[in-house]
């Protein structure tokens, strides 16, 4: 799934409209497991002006990348994170851990010859869905469209939990970045 997609899931599994730490614990946490991969390209793009071409077919795929995405999509690190926020009765720390390991879960089966090391550091094996989100040759063209509904009804669900307009702006922001997303062409653009 996109990043935005996962905003919203995340938000819409932990977020608290009368705990704003614990939502916003969820919004940060529903981001960190692409935050590395965003930071990245980002620096590769804009500031390296390295062509898209390199970084998603050559850097994407290097060991140096490959290990730090290792580390935060890691279910071990998430999960023990999860834990002890649950065993410390840590409301924003469940939101945070919680949220990401949303992400993952949601990911991992929408990852083809991208997929992450999800078990690391017990494991560096890599789970090659026949799905991906991207990937038009592995079912893209049905999943896109249905994480888009499904993001769509997240933002709902939101909407209706959330009075105060600026969580409401926020999601509205969110939602307007996955559907933007969806348009044809998006991932030709980079």
């Known amino acids: 799934m996109i990043t935005p997609a996962h905003l919203l899931f995340g938000a819409a599994a932990f977020a608290d409209p009368e705990r704003r730490r614990t939502t916003t614990a969820a919004i940060i946490g529903a981001l960190a497991p692409d935050l590395s991969l965003i930071l990245m390209v980002g620096v590769s793009r804009v500031l390296l002006q390295i062509p898209p071409q390199v970084i998603f077919d050559e850097l994407y795929f290097s060991d140096a990348w490959q290990q730090v995405f290792a580390i935060d999509n890691s279910f071990i690190f998430w ?21 990401a390991l949303l992400h993952l879960i949601t990911d991992f089966p929408l990852h083809h010859d991208d997929a992450r090391m999800h078990f690391w550091p017990v494991s560096d094996w890599r789970f090659e869905s026949p799905f ?7 079912g893209a063209g049905w999943i896109s469209p249905l994480e888009g509904l499904l993001s769509i009804g997240m933002f709902v669900l939101l909407w209706r939990r959330f ?8 999601f509205t922001f969110i939602v307007t970045l996955e559907v933007w997303a969806m348009l044809p062409g998006f991932f030709g653009m980079f």
């Open 132 to 138: 991906s989100y991207w990937d038009r040759r592995h």
């Open 79 to 99: 999960g023990a994170g999860f834990a002890i926020g649950i065993w410390a009765k840590r409301a924003w720390l469940v939101a945070f851990c919680g949220a």
């Open 163 to 170: 009075r105060d307009w600026r969580p409401r702006a926020m």
